[in-house]
């Protein structure tokens, strides 16, 4: 299945939790139960924003974007990561609110059950589109599954909250576990913005695949080629590394360019998916990058 497929599948998913989640507020009166289902409507609208940026991340490179546009996933990302911020303040206000007019709850039973189903579709989805994620290394599709995650979290800790209602007949523990959630769902939404923002950063690879990179290029050096200057970066699925090959300046430029073709293919057969951009130069040669910066 590809990733726009899971990602349609979570707006049906939303949808039917989103449906479930409200009909157990309905029937319980409960806000810690209201702040599940607004949590859900925050899973719909990143579902299908992420769709969205999915989309555009898949189209060719033109003149305008000329390396693509990968990073679109950063911002579906980055979206839903506000999108949780603003559930987790609005839950908060119905929370605080309720502490003034406390509620009795009521058919807590059939409440909880709807609440264990919609958890059920929540985390079966997740694991999957997790799994799915980490084999494509979609930020969309992460920041979507983690987003599912913390669902399932909410609601666990909501029918935790309904059942200690239930048994003590405090009433204000009600808000007071909507309010915990809350918490814990801002939380997440931070993380989902800093990774975001940090993946716009033109952020290095990983360290595992630049072990192989360097791997790689070590199979190539010896007294007549050496390579620096190695930086990489990530773009939503794309890797890309720029770097420095330095040869005998008495080789034919043939016979240098048929060494360059050796070393991409053997890094793009080492890391799948990666961008090779190999600048040659002679033995005797540095490139200056370490001259003073422009003042600002």
Do not use: C
Not at 191 to 213: N, T, Y
Not at 217 to 233: K, P
């Amino acid at each position: 299945m590809q990733i726009a497929s899971y990602l349609r599948l979570s707006i049906a998913v939303a949808i039917v939790t989103i449906a479930l989640k409200t009909a157990a507020w309905w029937l319980t009166d409960s806000v810690g139960l209201l702040s599940d289902a607004v949590e859900s409507l925050v899973n719909l609208a990143g579902a299908i924003f992420a769709l969205m940026m999915v989309t555009v991340a898949a189209q060719p490179p033109d003149e305008d974007h000329p390396y693509g546009h990968h990073k679109a996933e950063y911002f579906s990302s980055g979206f839903e990561g506000v999108l949780i911020l603003v559930a987790a303040l609005a839950i908060i206000w119905a929370a605080v609110h309720r502490f003034g007019d406390p509620q009795p709850l009521t058919a807590v039973g059939l409440g909880i059950t709807l609440s264990v189903l919609s958890s059920v579709l929540n985390g079966a989805l997740a694991w999957a589109m997790l799994r799915k994620a980490r084999e494509h290394r979609s930020m969309a599709l992460e920041g979507d599954a983690r987003h599912l995650i913390t669902d399932v979290w909410t609601s666990a800790g909501v029918i935790v909250g309904l059942l200690a209602v239930q048994a003590t007949g405090w009433l204000w523990l009600d808000p007071v576990i909507a309010i915990l959630l809350a918490l814990n769902i801002a939380r997440e939404g931070v993380l989902l913005v800093w990774a975001s923002a940090d993946g716009l950063m033109d952020q290095a690879l990983e360290p595992d695949v630049r072990a192989q990179i360097d791997t790689t290029l070590d199979g190539f050096r010896h007294n007549a080629i050496r390579f620096d200057h190695v930086v990489t970066r990530r773009a939503g699925q794309r890797r890309f590394v720029d770097m420095h090959m330095h040869m005998p300046a008495a080789w034919s430029l043939g016979r240098a360019a048929a060494v360059r073709k050796s070393v991409e293919q053997a890094l793009m057969s080492a890391v799948p998916g990666l961008r090779a951009s190999i600048q040659l130069l002679p033995m005797d040669a540095e490139a200056h990058f370490d001259d003073p910066q422009d003042p600002l």
